[in-house]
Nanobody
Framework: QAQLVESGGGLVQPGGSLRLSCKAS????????MAWFRQAPGKEREFVAA????????YYADSVKGRFSISRDRAESTVHLQMNSLKSEDTAVYYC??????????????????WGQGTQVSVSS
């Protein structure tokens, strides 16, 4: 069974930066993309960013474009999410996901069959 372990969450002031990491513990599971979703209190879980193995293509929600960057460390089976210029509205639990989404499902929860436990990101002064 694939396991995804997130790290790097915490409390940061507005305008600050954080880097989240997601390590896949089982190299045998068959995936071709990893992504980050987030869920704020009282809201639905939403797409943040994705990385496809094919060509290293990246995808972002409009709300984070230009501020967040997703990357992959293939040797470490890890995907990182660099978050800059953080805003209070970025406060949420961030979840790592892995799977084999088709292109039209890259930003949907249904495209991913494996999920991490979540890590809290709080942006506050």
């Amino acid at each position: 069974q694939a396991q995804l372990v997130e790290s790097g969450g915490g409390l940061v002031q507005p305008g600050g930066s954080l880097r989240l990491s997601c390590k896949a513990s089982n190299s045998d599971f068959n995936i071709n993309a990893m992504a980050w979703f987030r869920q704020a209190p009282g809201k639905e879980r939403e797409f943040v960013a994705a990385y496809r193995w094919n060509g290293g293509r990246t995808y972002y929600a409009d709300s984070v474009k230009g501020r967040f960057s997703i990357s992959r460390d293939r040797a470490e089976s890890t995907v990182h999410l660099q978050m800059n210029s953080l805003k209070s509205e970025d406060t949420a639990v961030y979840y790592c996901a892995a799977g084999r989404p088709i292109l039209s499902s890259i930003a949907t929860m249904g495209g991913y069959g494996h999920w991490g436990q979540g890590t809290q990101v709080s942006v506050s002064s």
